[in-house]
């Protein structure tokens, strides 16, 4: 049996009076690429802020390896509940597990494309600048941007701009990489090339939930799917089941969207 | 008086402005910053008294605030007051002042970070200091320049208002040879001075500016 990377349990999350997440269960394995699809609003990128400790949760708990990063706990009147994440130390300990690709890959304007990929390793895991410069350049290459390392992001395209972000979080050698919609803000021939690299790292092996709306990506790259909508995981399974014979109607509802 | 003594004395003058000028600035600027995390504190107490303070600053003449606080001490606390504390408060009146003015731009440049920029860098696990140091100040700084450079051009020619207390700046210094020599070309020779030191004050600026525009 293949270890648990990261294993979240009964998450609630809401904004004021509006429920975004709803007793969600997530389980991502070693080795393993989760795609979670879905509407807009249905709530999957929150499950991916909550994970990444950029929101907190409201109720449920987070565990990375065997790390426990958020616990719930009922109050004495045995109805309400509050929520504990771990000290201050523990919680570096445990963001060392996971990286974050962002939308709008939020790259470091003023820092040069390589001082975005090693500043991380050198300033925050206090690595050896030289190694750690090294293996920069190789994740730049391994990304097709070997000549882009002394450049700065404005001068890069949207694409080239999120293979660094990639790389940028790579760099950390997280157990488990976060992306949220990563090509939504490329056009389609730049997505292309974004799509190209996850799907490297998926042959790799590399731990990855991927909330996407390409949905033949997501159908060719993942190993299980999560459809969600209206805060809940309405469908869940092996990506040609849920695309190919999706048993919930709201699945087939919003699959259908997608071919027309 | 020929015009080569009239410009002699008047330079004693202009370098008694510049101080007051370079003085404010070192003064300001760092204790602007201080006064934006002050503001930002989350003391409700300590952030609203800082609010008063920014709004008193703004608020009220800066020539009356010189004057307080110069002939505070006497009236209020009933201190006396020796000569050698008109440049004190003059310095005090200035840096309080320019502070809040300053604070209020850093704040403006603060609060323009996209939050995307925090929640990389959290992230990649910087501490909140870091990220403060390493990854917004360094773009805040560029975002506000051109608002930094207005005020230190206004605050070259607000110099002149230690006038108020008769320090012997280039203004006051133009003023009184002017009368006494019933001449116009003092204030023409302060003009220039003034316009001059504005001038560099630009170009200096100009330069800073264009050293960080290798990033957008």
């Not at chain 1, 992306?179 to 731990?207: G, H, N, Q, W, Y």
């Not at chain 2, 012997?168 to 020779?189: G, N, Y």
Request: charge should be positive; hydrophobic fraction near 45%.
């Amino acid at each position: 049996m293949e270890k648990t990377v990261l294993r979240m349990t009964n998450i609630e999350k809401h904004f004021d009076d509006l429920e975004v997440l709803k007793d969600i269960n997530l389980t991502v394995n070693n080795g393993e690429v989760v795609s979670i699809i879905g509407p807009s609003g249905s709530g999957k990128s929150t499950l991916l802020r909550c994970a990444t400790f950029l929101e907190k949760i409201d109720g449920g708990e987070i565990v990375y390896l065997d790390k426990t990063a958020a616990k719930t706990r009922v109050l004495s009147d045995g109805v309400r509940k509050k929520v504990e994440y771990a000290g201050k130390s523990e919680m570096k300990e445990i963001k060392k597990c996971f990286g974050l690709v962002f939308q709008q890959f939020n790259l470091f304007p003023h820092l040069s494309v390589l001082r975005n990929v090693m500043d991380g390793p050198v300033e925050v895991l206090k690595r050896n600048r030289k190694e750690v410069e090294q293996e920069a350049r190789e994740l730049l290459d391994k990304m097709g941007l070997a000549d882009k390392a002394d450049t700065y992001p404005c001068n890069l395209s949207g694409g080239q701009q999120q293979r660094v972000a990639i790389a940028r979080a790579l760099a950390m050698k997280p157990e488990v990489l976060f992306f949220d919609e990563p090509t939504s803000a490329l056009d389609p021939e730049l997505t292309i090339e974004v799509l190209k690299i996850i799907r490297k790292l998926a042959e790799e092996k590399m731990t990855m939930v991927i909330v996407t709306h390409e949905m033949s990506f997501a159908e060719g790259v993942s190993n299980r799917v999560i459809f969600m909508d209206g805060g809940v995981i309405v469908e869940e399974g092996d990506p040609k089941e849920v695309f190919g014979n999706p048993k919930q109607e709201r699945t087939k509802q919003f699959l259908k969207s997608y071919t027309e | 008086m020929t015009f080569s003594t009239m410009l002699r004395t008047m330079s004693s003058g202009m370098l008694r402005t510049l101080l007051l000028f370079i003085l404010t600035l070192a003064g300001s600027i760092p204790l602007g910053m201080i006064v934006v995390f002050l503001k930002k504190s989350k003391i409700r107490p300590i952030s609203w008294l800082t609010k008063i303070y920014i709004a008193i600053m703004r608020g009220t003449p800066l020539m009356l605030q010189l004057l307080v606080w110069y002939f505070g001490p006497y009236y209020v606390l009933g201190m006396k007051i020796t000569s050698g504390y008109k440049f004190i408060a003059l310095l005090i009146g200035f840096i309080m002042n320019y502070a809040a003015y300053f604070a209020e731009i850093y704040r403006s440049g603060i609060e323009s970070m996209p939050v995307g920029q925090y929640e990389a860098a959290e992230i990649l696990g910087y501490s909140r200091i870091r990220t403060f140091f390493k990854i917004i100040l360094p773009q805040v700084v560029k975002r506000i320049l051109p608002a930094v450079t207005n005020e230190v051009i206004t605050l070259v020619k607000d110099t002149s208002l230690a006038s108020a207390l008769a320090y012997q700046e280039v203004f006051s210094l133009a003023k009184q040879i002017s009368a006494s020599q019933t001449s116009f070309l003092p204030f023409v020779v302060a003009g220039v001075f003034y316009f001059v030191a504005n001038y560099v004050v630009a170009i200096v600026m100009g330069r800073i500016e264009k050293s960080m525009q290798y990033y957008k």
